[in-house]
Nanobody, 122 residues
Framework: VQLVESGGGSVQAGGSLRLSCVASGRSITVYGMAWFRQAPGKEREFVAAIPWSDSRTSYADSVKGRFSISRDNAENTVYLQMNSLKPEDTAVYFC????????????????WGQGTQVTVSS
């Protein structure tokens, strides 16, 4: 599975962005999908996940109530809607996929995208 993220950019605090992760090579129907992020000088951290088998999403405490993950299997795409952005959300955001399990909840998946930069200014 090849993953390509897009939708990053620079916004002011309080703004919104919608990230997309388009998969190719295989259908994501049986892939749990997740978003991770990595800020400069910090380790990569879990942001949000959506299982392959149902719609029970999971979120890091730091983004609950502000971010929303969704998937469109017909388009082979996963989205991350980010609202009320804060400067501490500044990071490179990565898409991750794992077959028959949920990355972020159960380890990480084998497939990663190249990342998209999100910068939030105060």
């Amino acid at each position: 599975v090849q993953l390509v993220e897009s939708g990053g950019g620079s916004v002011q605090a309080g703004g919104s962005l919608r990230l997309s992760c388009v998969a190719s090579g295989r259908s994501i129907t049986v892939y749990g999908m997740a978003w991770f992020r990595q800020a400069p000088g910090k380790e990569r951290e879990f942001v949000a996940a959506i299982p392959w088998s149902d719609s029970r999403t999971s979120y890091a405490d730091s983004v609950k109530g502000r971010f929303s993950i969704s998937r469109d299997n017909a388009e082979n795409t996963v989205y991350l809607q980010m609202n009320s952005l804060k400067p501490e959300d500044t990071a490179v955001y990565f898409c991750n996929a794992a077959a028959y399990r949920t990355p972020g909840v159960h380890g990480t998946g084998a497939y990663w995208g190249q990342g998209t930069q999100v910068t939030v200014s105060s």
